[in-house]
Every structure is written in C-alpha cells, then in structure tokens.
C-alpha cells in the first residue's frame, strides 16, 4: 500500500484508504466540507475510529488527494484536465453548501459554465475525461450536459458562419482565410464509439448539416479504423487474440453505419468511403443487415465510382482452389440495385410533362442518360480485370455481360475486349456458353478497329465474324453512296452513333422508357411515313444515275467490287434487297442471324 505523504505536519488521527493509496489526515478538516466523511465517522460503533476505506472512489487517489487539500483550505487549480474528477468526486464526498460556502462543488459549477459548457473544444476535452468516471458522470449528469452543449454550440457555429458569408458576399467584402468549418469535429475522434455517437446524434437533432456530419464521420471512422492497432497496447504487445480485434472491428463499423445520413442518389459521402466501410464489414464478418445497407448505398451513386470502389475481394469458403479473385455475386447486387432504382423511376415518370420526359430519356446531356453511360464503362472496365480470373465460371462472367440494358453502351469496343480475354483465359469454355458471351456483343456499335479485329478473331464464333463483316459491308456501302441510301440500309446514321473515344452521350431512347417512347412515336409515325414516301419517290429516281455515277469517279471502287467479291456467297443470307425502308429502321422480323437478345435479369 502506497502511503501519501501527510498534508499538514500536525500528526493525523486519521488514515484514508483509496485504493491502493492511503492519506494520513485530520478529521476535522474533512468532517467540515465532506458530508460523506461526516457521516461515515457518526455512524462508526467506534469513536475513536482512526481509519476509514472509500471504494470506488472517482478519479482515484489523485482526484481525492486534490480534495483532500481544499478541505485544508489549500489553492487546488481547476484545469479542463482535473475539472471532470473535481466534479466527480465533490458529488461523492458531498462537498456541497450545505457543509460549506464555496465547497468544492460549487466551485467546479462555476467552472463548468463559465470555461467548458459554451466553448466546444472545452467540452469535447472534458468528455473525454469523462469516460473514466461514467457512472458517476452519468449520475449527475455531466455527460449530457457536455453533449447537449457541443451540440448547440456547434449548430450556433454553423448558423454565425452562414450569416457571416451572407453578410461579405451581400457587401461585396473580400473574404478573409477562415477555419475549417468542421475544425471542432476533428477533435471529436478523441471521444469512444459510445460518447461519438451520442454526441453525432445530438448534433443531428439539433439541426447540423448533413455534409457536416458526413465529414465528422468519415474522419472518425479513418482515425478509429486505421488507429485500431496502434492504440491498443495489448494488441502491440501481441496478447490480444485476433478475434478480439474483428469484433471490435465490426463494432465499429456497424455503428458508422447506423450514424451515416439519408440513403440517397446525392449524398455527401464519398463512395471510396462507402467502399471502404464496405471491404472492411466484409473482412470483419459484419452483419447482413450492414453489409446490405452499404450495398445499397454504393448502388444510388454508382455513376460516382472508379473501378477500384468495386474490386471487393472474394472471401474464402470451401476449396480455395476454385475461390475467384473478386466477388462478383456482390458487384451484381451493386448494379441491380442502380437498374431497378432507374426503373423504378421511369415507372412514375409518365406522371411527368412530356417535355421533362424528353430531357430525361433521349437527350445525350440529360442526367440519367450521363449516369447510364458512366456506369456502363466502369462495368466493361470490371469485365476486363475478372475476365483474366481462371476460377471465375462463364455463367458468372456472362450474367455480368448481360446487366446493361441495350442503350447503356454507346460504343461496344470494352465489353468486346474483355468477352476476347475472358475466352483466352477460358479455352475449354463451352460452344453454347461462347455462343450466348458473344451475343452479349452488339456488332453495330463496334468501332472500325474492334470490327477488323473481331473478323479475324478464331476465339469467336463464325456467325459473330458473319455478323461483323455483314455491318461492315453495309458501312462501307453507305460511306460510297455518301449517306444517301441511309433507309435502305436501316438508318445507319443511328445505328453507329459517336464512335469518338470520348465516350460522349448516344442519343438513343432506352426501351425500358416504352410508355414515354411509344405515347410520342406515334404522334410522329404518320408524318415520319409520308415525309419518307416523298423522300423515297425521289430517291428511286435518282438511285441508278447517281449510282453510276459514284460507280465511275468514287477511289474506292476496286475496293469495293474486291470486298464485295469475297462476300458473294453470303449475299442469299442477308437479302439486302428484301430490306424495307420503313420508319430508318430494320424489321424485327428479318433480325439478322447472329442478332443479340439481352436479358434483364440477373441469372
């Protein structure tokens, strides 16, 4: 037992034990502020009791020997570090008026409304120091008090800033440097996960912007997660099991995302946290109810995320021999839920003005289209790293490939890439699975170098290669004419649109907007049919001067006739005569033999 050295040099007639330490003191100057000493010695048998034991004392020996030298009437200095204890302890003592003017409870009050409660660093400090003493903290309700002001303190903060920004931008003033407006959340990372979340919830009641407690959160969760290790000195040591650090792990991560705001398509966290949050619940054996939330999340603002936000490793179950790289059961839900949630919209959309609907589905500009056509490369992009998987199964692969619906892809050239490394990868695939990958691949939307590579490409079927010379023919027969045979030839104009590497937007209607389609293609279909009649009537009469013309001056001519050659035997397949110019496009019933059916499930 630690002996404290006596506080005054008159002998003491009385001995404290607190703990391991023990106080030689006087009676007198105890019994005069402590309530809790003064009845402890009344109630002894024992008058000449000369020591007494205070358990659980709060804050300890060194929050006692403090109070112990305001009883002898001695300077104690009250700091944001001993202001937690002081309180603490002058509630357990009973160090209150009613033993004393000015006791040590009083003057820790003062304390608190006049240095901690308004200042928010002040309080989030103090609460800090709290954790040590919380049932006692919790009981006098330090804990909620502390909160509660951080909370409209910080809401205040937020409300002086904005009308501070209104008052320079309304005058005309020059903006001078300010801080951060989340300076006081970073301070929060020093709080446990319980006081964090009671504080973030506070805060969130109070009225706190939601980027605001997007970028608390995130700078807790870094700091938590990161920090896990190097804050734990069992865990340095060695000592800890690693189980015991996946469920703290997975604590933390379950309570991020219980904090995090409103699931929507523009919410203020970023999606490299919301994947990260993601791998480390997985990694962590985090629910399912938390893994299917983060999932969610990730789904609304997929138009938001690289490729590596869903390169989610595979976990090992079973033979790992035959464990893919990456898990792609996972990525399927991620794009289900950004299709469905689109067609959930387009459901209400016939609700809307006709000119809302416009803007929505057929501009190339219009949000969704942009949305469609970022989502569309980031999965070609992911085809192409899984495709190089051995252990990754075709039916997997393919139900991938087959996600998209037809007028998310622009340009083909990226799911091609990754369907000709996949059947590299896989040799021994299947001729009906080869089949049904290479149907996923819409030949027209194929760049000119995609196109040559495909007809030399062994790995693909022959009526894939058939199908690719067939379009290139029809391209180059519609280049030689000058675009004027465009409706015999199915409106090539729109069947190869924006072929630039720069992905831009594809004026194309989505077919899962048939209620919008249909209601304004049929307005237009009677008008469309005459002008094209006219159209038609005079394109006959110039069609055979025009084409002897072309015939004698176009240089490609021998090119031409040379193609055109090599292609003889395929002409009774396509019967290019028997297309009709209806509408620019081609009949569903002459479809072509190779012609791709995408599905909209997922398999």
């Not at 709290?130 to 951080?150: G, M």
């Not at 290139?472 to 030839?489: P, S, T, V, W, Y």
């Amino acid at each position: 037992m630690f002996a404290c050295r006596p506080i005054s040099d008159v002998s003491s007639d009385l001995t404290v034990e607190v703990g391991t330490s023990s106080f030689p003191l006087h009676k007198f100057p105890l019994v005069s502020r402590s309530g809790r000493i003064r009845k402890i010695l009344l109630e002894a048998k024992d008058n000449k009791i000369c020591k007494i034991n205070l358990p659980a004392v709060p804050g300890g020996g060194e929050a006692f020997e403090l109070a112990a030298k305001f009883c002898y009437g001695m300077n104690v200095d009250i700091t944001l570090a001993n202001i937690a204890s002081l309180r603490c302890i002058a509630h357990y003592l009973e160090m209150t008026e009613e033993f004393a003017d000015k006791n040590l409870e009083s003057r820790a009050e003062a304390y608190l409304k006049d240095n901690v409660l308004p200042n928010i660093s002040h309080s989030i400090s103090v609460l800090h120091h709290c954790e040590r003493l919380l049932s006692v903290a919790e009981d006098i309700n330090l804990v909620l008090r502390l909160i509660n002001a951080i909370a409209s303190n910080a809401c205040k903060e937020q409300l002086t800033s904005g009308l501070s920004k209104l008052d320079h931008n309304f005058q005309g003033k020059v903006v001078e440097p300010e801080t951060p407006s989340d300076w006081w959340g970073k301070s929060l990372a020093v709080l446990n996960l319980d006081f964090f979340q009671r504080v973030l919830s506070a805060v969130k009641s109070k009225g706190l912007k939601q980027d605001m407690i997007s970028k608390i959160l995130i700078n807790y969760a870094q700091t938590s997660l990161q920090g896990l290790l190097a804050r734990d000195p069992n865990v340095m040591k060695g000592s800890l099991p690693d189980l015991d650090l996946i469920k703290k792990q997975r604590v933390m991560v379950e309570a991020i995302v219980s904090l995090l705001p409103t699931q929507s398509r523009k919410s203020s966290v970023p999606m490299g946290f919301l994947s990260s949050l993601l791998k480390t619940a997985i990694g962590s054996s985090a629910s399912i109810l938390c893994r299917s939330d983060l999932e969610r999340r990730i789904g609304l603002q997929l138009d938001q995320a690289i490729l590596e936000d869903i390169l989610i490793p595979a976990t090992s179950h079973g033979n790992s021999h035959s464990i893919t790289m990456y898990d792609t059961d996972l990525v399927l839900r991620i794009f289900a839920i950004f299709l469905n949630l689109d067609e959930d919209e387009d459901e209400d959309n016939h609700l809307r003005d006709e000119s809302e609907m416009v803007y929505d589905f057929d501009s190339p500009g219009s949000p969704k289209q942009s949305s469609i056509l970022k989502v569309s490369k980031l999965l070609d992009n992911y085809l192409t790293e899984v495709a190089v998987d051995s252990n990754l199964s075709p039916s997997k692969f393919i139900a991938l490939a087959e996600l998209l619906p037809d007028h998310a892809r622009v340009v083909s050239d990226g799911l091609y890439r990754a369907v000709d490394i996949f059947l590299k990868v896989h040799p021994n695939i299947k001729d009906s699975e080869r089949y049904r990958l290479c149907k996923t691949i819409d030949c027209q939307k194929l760049s000119q170098e995609a196109c040559s590579h495909a007809a030399q490409n062994e790995r693909l079927p022959v009526q894939m290669a058939v199908q690719v010379l067939y379009f290139e023919q029809i391209r180059l027969r519609n280049a030689m004419n000058g675009g004027h045979n465009q409706f015999f030839f199915g409106s090539l104009q729109g069947q190869f649109p924006q072929r630039s590497g720069s992905g831009a937007g594809s004026g194309a209607i989505s077919p899962r907007d048939n209620y919008a389609s249909v209601r304004r293609e049929n307005r237009e279909l009677k008008l469309e049919v005459a002008r094209m009649r006219m159209r038609l009537t005079d394109l006959e009469k110039d069609h055979v001067s025009m084409k002897q013309d072309l015939v004698r001056s176009h240089p490609g001519n021998k090119l031409f006739k040379s193609f055109t050659k090599k292609l003889s035997k395929l002409h009774s397949l396509f019967r290019l005569s028997a297309i009709k110019p209806l509408g620019g496009k081609a009949n569903s019933e002459s479809r072509f033999l190779f012609q791709k059916r995408r599905r909209h499930s997922v398999s």
